[in-house]
């Protein structure tokens, strides 16, 4: 289905329960099974997805899918988008925020919640933290742009800056969720933001039935793992592939390598996507539900991106165009069959969009 050679498939680990397959971490330590297990592949699991999804009733919004002629006609298959543009805060990182927040103990809930991010999980972790009375705090870099501090400030959060010349954003996290006794929810290395993220996928296959294909959208892999482990479960057999920026492709490296590797300071125009690397726990369930992974270009994501405007009328972020992107560039192809696209997150710079239009 993928254009990568399929001679290199035999190299992917898809078998964790195989104890000769390991994952390398980056300090260079291997994992055996049972650390696996202590890692996330028994961590995360269908059933945390549909206990996310119990908590996130009534309060995510249940996504439309779409269908294009165009698109079918194009790529001979069917296609179904999911729409998490359409998702609260814009994007797909309300599911997981919410999950995760929602599944705090009260002394937990009193001391409030810390996390560092400038993008959409800033504004899902504002919103989630909003209507579930949590006060949070978000570590941004003082640079951010306004829109998006203006967001989150909107959302009731509160946002300290950090230095990106000097400062360690984690560290500085750290630092804050000690002295206040808060949690930290950090944007896609946690159980429950996985388990949340995972719901757009188990949303999309309960809503249109088994499907042959997933392909998402991949930073740190949050919503990689989450959609892998519930196609899993609700469409067996279903291949899922995940799609990085060809400038960021630690994940893509990664699962070729079964070894975490890293990238430095990426840059592409799909910014929810430039992680340095994948998380500890996404990784090993990558590797164990997710068949292959493909990287797009920005020209490409750029492509997708007005296809989805003028031709669908959907405004989509550069991040949440790319696994639309591996299928309508043709890297991705599966004639005959029904394929699941998750479109991530809609929120776009309008006004930097029309300029690159119009250039
Ligand atoms: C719109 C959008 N899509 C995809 C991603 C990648 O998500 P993950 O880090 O869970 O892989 C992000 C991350 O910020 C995002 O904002």
Redesign the pocket.
């Known amino acids: 289905m993928s254009r990568r050679n399929p001679a290199n498939r035999q190299h992917y680990p898809f078998n964790l329960a195989n104890p000769e397959r390991e994952v390398k971490l980056l300090s260079g330590k291997k994992l055996d099974r049972s650390e696996h297990s202590l890692l996330g592949i028994h961590l995360v699991t269908y059933r945390d997805i549909e206990a996310a999804a119990a908590r996130l009733q009534g309060q995510a919004n249940l996504t439309p899918v779409i269908t294009s002629r165009t698109v079918n006609d194009r790529t001979r298959s069917q296609v179904f988008f999911k729409c998490e543009n359409f998702q609260r805060t814009g994007?797909f990182?309300f599911r997981g925020a919410y999950s995760a927040l929602s599944n705090l103990s009260p002394a937990q809930r009193q001391c409030g919640v810390v996390t560092y991010s400038s993008?959409?999980?800033a504004q899902a972790i504002a919103l989630s933290g909003k209507l579930l009375g949590i006060p949070t705090a978000i570590v941004m870099p003082q640079d951010a742009p306004l829109v998006k501090q203006e967001a989150t400030r909107g959302y009731g959060a509160e946002i300290i800056f950090y230095d990106r010349a000097s400062g360690q954003r984690e560290d500085l996290c750290r630092q804050l969720a000690q002295e206040r006794g808060a949690v930290i929810i950090p944007?896609?290395d946690h159980v429950d933001v996985i388990a949340g993220?995972g719901t757009a996928a188990q949303e999309l296959i309960q809503a249109v039935g088994a499907i042959d294909l997933l392909l998402v959208?991949?930073?740190?892999?949050?919503?990689?793992s989450g959609c892998a482990i519930a196609a899993d479960a609700l469409s067996p057999g279903c291949r899922v592939i995940g799609v990085e920026p060809e400038a960021g492709d630690d994940m893509t490296r990664s699962f070729q390598t079964r070894t975490l590797q890293s990238v430095s300071h990426p840059k592409t125009i799909a910014d929810?996507?430039r992680?340095l690397r994948p998380g500890e726990l996404t990784l090993p369930l990558v590797l164990r539900y997710v068949q292959d992974m493909v990287t797009v270009s920005d020209q490409a994501l750029l492509r997708s991106m007005f296809f989805l405007w003028e031709r669908m009328k959907l405004i989509v972020?550069p991040?949440?165009a790319l696994a639309t992107a591996a299928l309508l560039e043709g890297i991705v192809s599966a004639p005959d069959r029904r394929i699941g696209v998750i479109i991530?997150?809609g929120n776009a710079d309008i006004q930097q969009l029309a300029h690159l239009r119009a250039s």
């Open positions: 994007s990182k993008g959409n999980h944007p896609f993220q959208c991949c930073g740190g892999g949050g919503l990689l929810g996507a992680t972020e991040t949440g991530s997150g």
